[in-house]
């Protein structure tokens, strides 16, 4: 039995997308080896779900006391039982039972595909089918896997056949039955400002450098300020170069916004880049923070390097302040 919580580490900070109150508490997955079980458990994982992968169904009854799912918990679980575990799925049927005679409401996502899709990811990954002993061909075991599945199949809530299914139709698919809400609102975009003597960021889906404009930093008036200044952001956005290089940023990202859409993409980081991430790549990253809410989406800005050039600034003041004090005493 595999416990999952996230699938992979991240510098960033985990964003769990709001589900609508009408979403599943708890959901049973199952189905045919080779399906796309393991698609299906990510999918649920990325919608914030607590994800348990081959769980014997004897453990559902208490881990829906541990959960407190009877008593009204907000938490949501999405776990996986199937035939890996052999000596224990026969007691699935009667374990729904009890959970409905509890009043527990769940549902059950069948998966299925037809024999040759599913022999064909069998020879693709090079697996041995679960249910495979011996002698026993692929073929074989998948037709005894369909006989023993047939009775759970029949009372399951959906039933998705995956057999002509890329993995990101399957996961629109499951998205569509969990949530009434569109892809777009389910997709966090993360706008940052950083400065490139600090090092590019390594996490961000797109990096664009705007270190070609004017820098501010050279107007002793608005060395010490930042972006988020007013003087700084018309210096910034007021400039011809810049409201050519704004048309040209705003109609490519009203091209591959609904792309990422389209492609189930959850979360999308867009950095921009300046010398010194104090001036002009701040007041870029909040205009386009703007113009994407504008668009509908749900953005987060923030700016990376801002404290590290306010502290350098901070230094520099002081080294002056006291190389004019040195100055004055030495007089």
Avoid at 80 to 94: I, K, P, W
Avoid at 119 to 126: E, Q, T
Avoid at 262 to 276: P, Q, V
Avoid at 306 to 321: H, I
Wanted: glycine fraction near 6%.
């Amino acid at each position: 039995m595999k416990v999952l919580s996230k699938r992979g580490a991240s510098s960033q900070p985990s964003v769990q997308p709001a589900l609508p109150s009408e979403a599943p508490t708890l959901v049973i997955i199952t189905g045919m080896s080779g399906a796309g079980r393991t698609e299906a458990m990510h999918t649920f994982e990325d919608l914030g779900y607590f994800c348990i992968d081959n769980l014997p169904p004897t453990f559902l009854i208490d881990l829906v006391k541990l959960a407190g799912l009877s008593s009204g918990s907000e938490r949501r679980l999405a776990v996986v039982c199937d035939l890996r575990a052999q000596e224990f799925f026969s007691a699935l049927t009667g374990v729904l039972a009890r959970l409905r005679r509890r009043n527990v409401p769940y549902t059950m996502l069948f998966l299925d595909a037809t024999e040759e899709a599913l022999l064909a990811r069998f020879k693709a990954s090079r697996r041995r089918h679960p249910l495979c002993e011996g002698d026993m061909t692929v073929t074989e075991g998948i037709s005894a896997e369909r006989e023993l599945l047939a009775s759970v199949r029949e009372t399951a809530n959906f039933i998705i056949d995956t057999s002509k299914k890329e993995p990101q139709a399957l996961r629109k698919e499951i998205r569509a039955f969990i949530s009434q809400k569109s892809q777009q609102d389910e997709l966090r975009v993360s706008v940052f400002s950083f400065g490139f003597k600090n090092n590019s960021p390594y996490d961000a889906d797109i990096i664009i450098d705007v270190r070609f404009l004017p820098n501010p930093y050279y107007e002793p008036a608005l060395r010490a300020q930042t972006g988020l200044d007013d003087a700084v952001r018309s210096f910034v956005l007021d400039r011809s170069e810049t409201q050519e290089f704004l048309r040209s940023w705003h109609d490519l990202l009203r091209v591959i916004m609904p792309g990422y859409v389209s492609e189930g993409k959850r979360y999308l980081s867009l950095a921009i880049g300046c010398t010194g991430g104090q001036h002009r790549s701040v007041a870029l990253a909040e205009e386009t923070g703007v113009f994407l809410r504008e668009l509908g989406y749900q953005v987060a800005v923030s700016h990376r390097d801002l404290p590290l050039a306010k502290a350098a600034e901070s230094d520099a003041a002081e080294a002056k302040a006291a190389e004019a004090k040195d100055t004055s005493e030495n007089a």
